[in-house]
């Protein structure tokens, strides 16, 4: 797992309800030290301190930084104060839902198809940039990724960065591994957070799912899943994995059309119904 002791920066914390959050619980957890990045004080304000689901208590306890993804000085300055640091998760994605999400997939919006493809891939870089020399004694870089084998309604431009961003990922493996740093991406299955209510027709992409997964699929509990996916990723039990897409959803991504009934998960019958 992580190393004990050692700084992890997550960026892209929302609220608590967020991946990243799941993600910093977990490292801590295992000994890590967590240092969550918020885009800005607005959104701090709108989403983080709004939250009802953890304490004003826990609320004060985040060790955050302030970092618009698309600002390279923002960026450049988290890291150097920081470091050093042993490992970085990119939990960072953005498409504007009424141009490039939806029922049609072409558009007018360049700008916001090039805005959607700095944020949710080519940000990636800039982090590797300059987090890897904050890494003197090596590290890892994790992304969230979706399913990009296939292509599911309405999320669009979406998917088409996250295959982006999977290549990135291979590019910057092959880029750093020479600094000792690896980079790989976890592919989680559909995840109910602030940002994925946003994404029409989400309640359609779940209900595939559980159709479709052989391992029971829960759009809040498995938070928990892909976040223990992305502490391995991190650590040294993972320490000659890189350039790789860990998928983590379920089984559904790899299923050739929805189960069969006599695949679906046993119904438990009690004694007492049973009599």
Not at 5 to 29: C, E, F, N, R
Not at 36 to 56: A, G, M, P, Y
């Amino acid at each position: 797992m992580v190393e004990h002791g050692k700084t992890y920066v997550v960026m892209g914390l929302l609220d608590a309800d967020s991946l990243a959050y799941s993600i910093g619980k977990t490292i801590q957890a295992h000994g890590g030290k967590v240092v969550f990045t918020v885009q800005n004080e607005v959104f701090k304000r709108r989403f983080l301190d709004s939250s009802k689901s953890i304490s004003d208590v826990d609320k004060a306890a985040l060790d955050f930084r302030f970092c618009d993804i698309t600002k390279e000085d923002q960026v450049r300055d988290v890291f150097a104060e920081l470091a050093p640091v042993a490992g970085v998760v990119h939990s960072i994605a953005f498409a504007n839902p009424r141009t490039c999400l939806g029922e049609e997939f072409h558009t007018d919006a360049t700008d916001d198809i090039l805005l959607s493809h700095h944020i949710s891939c080519v940000s990636l870089a800039t982090v590797a940039r300059y987090a890897v020399p904050a890494m003197a004694e090596g590290g890892s870089m994790v992304a969230m990724s979706f399913d990009t084998g296939h292509v599911y309604p309405h999320y669009n431009w979406m998917g088409v960065q996250k295959s982006a961003l999977e290549a990135l990922v291979r590019a910057l493996a092959r880029r750093h591994g020479r600094d000792g740093v690896r980079c790989n991406a976890v592919s989680a299955g559909p995840l109910f957070t602030k940002a994925a209510s946003k994404i029409p027709g989400f309640g359609g992409l779940t209900k595939l799912w559980q159709a479709s997964s052989p391992l029971p699929w829960d759009t809040r509990a498995d938070k928990q899943a892909v976040a223990n996916a992305v502490v391995f990723l991190l650590g040294p039990l993972s320490a000659k994995t890189t350039g790789q897409v860990l998928t983590v959803d379920g089984g559904a991504s790899m299923m050739g059309g929805g189960l069969m009934e006599h695949e679906r998960e046993p119904v438990v019958v009690s004694a007492s119904e049973a009599v």
